[in-house]
């Protein structure tokens, strides 16, 4: 895509303010779709490109990723407990010498 193609489309009035929930200041990078795999593309990489491809027009820009994302989960797998804090429970757990890497 063409620096030219992405400043005519940036110009203007025609925006909309699209919100992806639980996602911090770099939504660019942090809207994963797909869990556990950080090389796939993200929701608002897909929706920018839609938005881009389709000049500006937001009639024709794809936002059903937005629906389709990875909800809020603050489960850690267990091998990063195991190897950051010794236990099996990361939130109640008691510390077990087993379970430690070093």
């Given at each position: ?24 200041h ?16 993200t ?34 797998p ?25």
């Open positions: 895509m063409s620096l030219n193609l992405c400043s005519r489309v940036f110009k203007g009035d025609n925006k909309e303010l699209i919100t992806f929930d639980y996602c911090p770099s939504t660019l990078g942090s809207s994963g779709m797909v869990d556990e795999d950080p090389m796939s593309p929701c608002a990489i897909e929706v920018l490109a839609s938005y881009l491809e389709n000049n500006g027009d937001l009639n024709l820009m794809n936002k059903t990723c937005v629906d389709e994302m990875l909800l809020f989960n603050l489960t850690i267990p091998s990063i407990i195991y190897s950051s804090m010794s236990t099996d429970d990361a939130y109640d757990g008691i510390y077990s010498s087993s379970l430690s890497t070093e």
